[in-house]
């Protein structure tokens, strides 16, 4: 069962999903099928694409060749725009390896900023079908104000990056966009920056930070939404 709640703090409508935490797959929930798109792995912030380990397996447990499942790496101290456009380049050559028209773009933290930059800067909506943030500092998080990396001062509430991308329809174009927040995320400061509007925007259990990317339920959840 799922609950919408619209809460008067947020930009956006908070998707409660109820679901069993061991839970990693639903009866009757969809694995991939002629459907399905491959997916781009988008890691954050001082860390690399081997933090995309156990969620990928799970995806080739489900179904998904190899070849549909990109955990890509990038320099994580350069500009977030930087990053887009080199994850255009990525995404092409996915693309171009196994003949699909879309993919699925799963981003951890920071790695949304640079994929979302792609979706509304770089015509990349034309090429993402569903776009997902697990702990994206969508708005800015406090944990970013000690940094001097241009990626992570670009983290900042109120910076020019943030400002510039969030201005106008925060989920512009034509993809599907989805955003996971845990409550308990000491690293995202606020909360609340996760969520976006026009977003599904789910509350997940109490997870830390980096246990967003490996919850057997939060990856169920993103499974089907991905898949559907």
């Not at 174009?173 to 509007?197: E, F």
Request: charged letters at 15%; a neutral charge.
């Amino acid at each position: 069962m799922k609950i919408y709640l619209c809460m008067a703090t947020a930009a956006a409508c908070v998707l409660l999903a109820l679901a069993s935490p061991g839970s990693a797959r639903a009866a009757g929930s969809p694995t991939f099928g002629p459907s399905s798109n491959p997916i781009v792995f988008v890691h954050g912030y001082n860390s690399d694409n081997t933090v995309w380990n156990t969620m990928a397996a799970n995806f080739a447990k489900d179904g998904w060749p190899s070849s549909y499942l990109d955990q890509w790496k990038y320099n994580y101290s350069q500009s977030n725009a930087t990053t887009a456009q080199q994850l255009s380049q990525e995404i092409d050559r996915v693309l171009a390896s196994t003949g699909a028209s879309k993919i699925d773009i799963i981003s951890h933290s920071m790695g949304g900023l640079s994929s979302r930059y792609y979706t509304k800067n770089l015509a990349g909506d034309a090429k993402v079908d569903a776009w997902v943030s697990l702990g994206g500092p969508n708005h800015g998080t406090n944990t970013a104000n000690a940094c001097l990396d241009t990626s992570c001062g670009e983290m900042r509430i109120g910076s020019s990056f943030l400002n510039a991308l969030n201005s106008g329809d925060e989920t512009p174009g034509t993809s599907r966009y989805a955003t996971w927040w845990s409550p308990c995320d000491a690293v995202i400061v606020p909360n609340s920056s996760v969520a976006l509007s026009g977003a599904a925007n789910t509350k997940t259990s109490c997870l830390d930070h980096s246990s967003l990317k490996t919850d057997a339920t939060v990856y169920a959840q993103v499974r089907d939404y991905v898949n559907n």
